[in-house]
């Protein structure tokens, strides 16, 4: 199984991601041996699920809280998006780690609570430019994984890694498939420390309709996950219909 995940973040507004979301209907963009989820924002998943529950395309959210109710001003919890039928969530991007200082404890406590809640976590990892260039890349990987993953019990199928490296996303710059597979093939060796269960693990970093072939096409990377490129019809259905061909 191959994974095509598209991070829509705060680009769309309600009409753009409805009209995204009425395109993957109509094209009928859903293959059995494809798993296609996006990850709109939080206050069009309601109608975003409703366009896509015919298909098998899934929905995801991009974050959520980690208490499951209460005083939270602001915050929405898996459970809530489990409710309203959503497959997936994003734990630990780069820019909530960057952007909203979120650590590797508060990603474990997210991952523990989208499975509590019966979400399918999906634990974004990644060195920055400076781990890369002072040859920490494995350092930092191994790290976040261990944190991750430690005592972590789930079965097989519910939790899926993104690697993305921070200086791929949003530049322009992709990984390399040779050095995506490297650290892919890394991954999941540190992985099976702690977890015999397999964990597909998907590249991420600047992704668009020209290179993605050229990571699908190698039998370590399980998948895509693709910011930018996943928020217009062109580059996004492009990218869908190349790898189902
Ligand atoms: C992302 O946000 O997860 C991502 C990979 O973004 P982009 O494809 O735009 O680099």
């Known amino acids: 199984m191959k994974y095509i995940f598209g991070n829509w973040k705060m680009y769309l507004n309600f009409e753009e991601s409805v009209n995204l979301a009425n395109f993957l209907f109509t094209e009928k963009l859903d293959d059995s041996g494809i798993e296609l989820a996006v990850f709109p924002t939080a206050l069009v998943m309601k109608d975003i699920n409703n366009i896509l529950k015919s298909t098998s395309i899934k929905t995801g959210a991009q974050d959520a809280g980690h208490p499951s109710k209460g005083a939270y001003t602001g915050m929405i919890s898996a459970e809530m998006y489990k409710e309203i039928g959503c497959e997936y969530a994003l734990a630990g991007h780069s820019e909530r780690r960057h952007l909203f200082g979120e650590t590797n404890k508060d990603v474990r406590a997210k991952v523990e609570s989208y499975l509590d809640a019966g979400l399918k976590p999906v634990i974004c990892i990644g060195e920055t430019k400076k781990d890369r260039d002072s040859d920490k890349t494995r350092y930092r990987l191994a790290k976040q994984i261990m944190r991750a993953f430690e005592g972590l019990s789930?079965?097989?199928g519910q939790v899926l890694v993104a690697y993305e490296p921070v200086w791929a996303i949003g530049t322009g710059n992709a990984c390399l498939p040779a050095d995506a597979t490297d650290r892919i093939d890394f991954i999941k060796?540190?992985?099976?420390?702690?977890s015999q269960n397999f964990v597909p693990v998907l590249y991420g970093g600047s992704v668009d309709e020209d290179n993605v072939?050229?990571?699908f096409s190698l039998g370590s990377i399980d998948g895509a996950l693709i910011g930018s490129?996943?928020?217009k019809i062109s580059s996004f259905g492009n990218i869908?219909?190349?790898v189902l061909k």
């Open 229 to 231: 490129a996943s928020t």
């Open 189 to 194: 060796s540190e992985i099976a420390k702690y």
């Open 154 to 156: 789930f079965d097989e």
């Open 213 to 215: 072939l050229s990571y």
């Open 240 to 242: 869908i219909k190349s």
